[in-house]
């Protein structure tokens, strides 16, 4: 749907799963990251805030079978995993402060470094071939699991006494979130399209609930439906992605390094489903 990032779980380093020795674990313990106890009630917690409260737990994660069921869950125990394993080399680099994550991914976004003017180029090329005669518009995010909390920033937005990307910079909790990204209006879910369809560029979005999840919008711009847009914007949009690929990189050879540390080990035969592997997509 979206050229940029994915904003429907701000989706953090989808990597397998693997056991990193023959370390026995404790009953109960589904992982040991640096001698962090990982168990399987506070997996089993992270995926009960995943789904909707409202839906059935196998409805609320596939709505298909129960192999398409333990792929999603599969993923989400990833997910997980890479969050604790960061916010653990957060903590040990920088110490317990509340600005240590945001530390890591400055540093991570510093090893990335710039894209090339060539790559850059192309993509514009690109997208601007891509334009079709609907409404686009460029969209960013902010994702939030609690409905009053999402208020109160709203609130804050509202009366002015926080910017939009204030409130990124304080409520973000993975790499990705408050990115921009285009899509089609008519692309969105109904709920999100009609908060955002009379909004004029700048200007932020009501709490809007999909899947459980909270969000605020931002409209950044809105396309002309007639003609191409601004090649400036679209130099900038190319710039965006493609710096946020290069810190996925970065971030996702991190998660390896820490992975393969003597001291994580990861048990997902103890997991209540059958583990599934992530597998590589094949591109033709």
Same mark, same amino acid.
């Given at each position: 749907m979206n050229r940029c990032t994915q904003w429907l779980l701000p989706a953090l380093l989808l990597l397998g799963s693997c056991s990193?020795?023959?370390?026995?674990?404790?009953?109960?313990? *589904? @992982?040991? %990251?640096?001698? /962090?106890? *990982?168990t399987l009630d506070q997996f089993l917690e992270y995926l009960d805030e995943s789904?909707?409260?409202? !839906?059935?737990? !196998? *409805?609320?994660?596939t709505g298909t079978d129960t192999e398409q069921l333990d792929r999603v869950r599969s993923r989400l125990f990833d997910i997980f995993v890479d969050e604790r394993l960061l916010a653990g080399e957060a903590r040990r680099r920088y110490g317990k402060g509340p600005d240590a994550f945001d530390r890591l =991914?400055?540093? $991570? @976004?510093?090893?990335?470094?710039?894209? /090339?003017?060539?790559?850059? /180029?192309?993509?514009?090329?690109?997208?601007?071939?891509?334009?079709?005669?609907d409404r686009? %518009?460029? $969209?960013?995010? %902010?994702? =939030?699991?609690?409905?009053?909390v999402a208020d109160k920033v709203y609130d804050q937005i509202r009366r002015k006494?926080?910017?939009?990307?204030?409130?990124?910079?304080?409520?973000?909790?993975?790499?990705?979130?408050?990115?921009?990204?285009?899509?089609?209006?008519?692309?969105?879910?109904?709920e999100v399209r009609g908060a955002?369809?009379?909004? *004029? @560029?700048?200007?932020v979005s009501r709490p809007v609930e999909v899947h459980g999840i909270f969000y605020l919008?931002?409209?950044?711009?809105?396309?002309?439906?007639?003609? $191409?847009? !601004?090649?400036?914007?679209l130099r900038e949009e190319a710039l965006a992605e493609l710096r946020s690929r290069m810190i996925q990189? @970065?971030?996702d050879r991190l998660l390896q390094e820490l992975k393969n540390h003597p001291k994580v080990w990861i048990e997902t035969s103890r997991l209540p489903f059958r583990y599934v592997p992530e597998t590589a997509v094949q591109v033709e």
């Open positions: 990193g020795g023959d370390q026995p674990l404790d009953e109960g313990v *589904v @992982a040991s %990251l640096n001698g /962090d106890p *990982v789904h909707s409260p409202e !839906d059935e737990p !196998d *409805v609320a994660l =991914f400055a540093e $991570l @976004a510093a090893e990335a470094g710039e894209p /090339d003017p060539a790559m850059v /180029d192309a993509m514009v090329l690109e997208r601007s071939a891509d334009f079709r005669e686009t %518009l460029v $969209l960013r995010a %902010l994702m =939030f699991q609690d409905q009053a006494r926080m910017t939009f990307p204030e409130a990124v910079a304080a409520h973000e909790a993975t790499p990705g979130q408050g990115a921009p990204m285009e899509t089609s209006l008519g692309s969105l879910p109904d955002i369809e009379q909004l *004029v @560029a700048g200007r919008f931002q409209v950044e711009a809105w396309r002309d439906a007639a003609g $191409l847009a !601004d090649d400036s914007e990189v @970065a971030t």
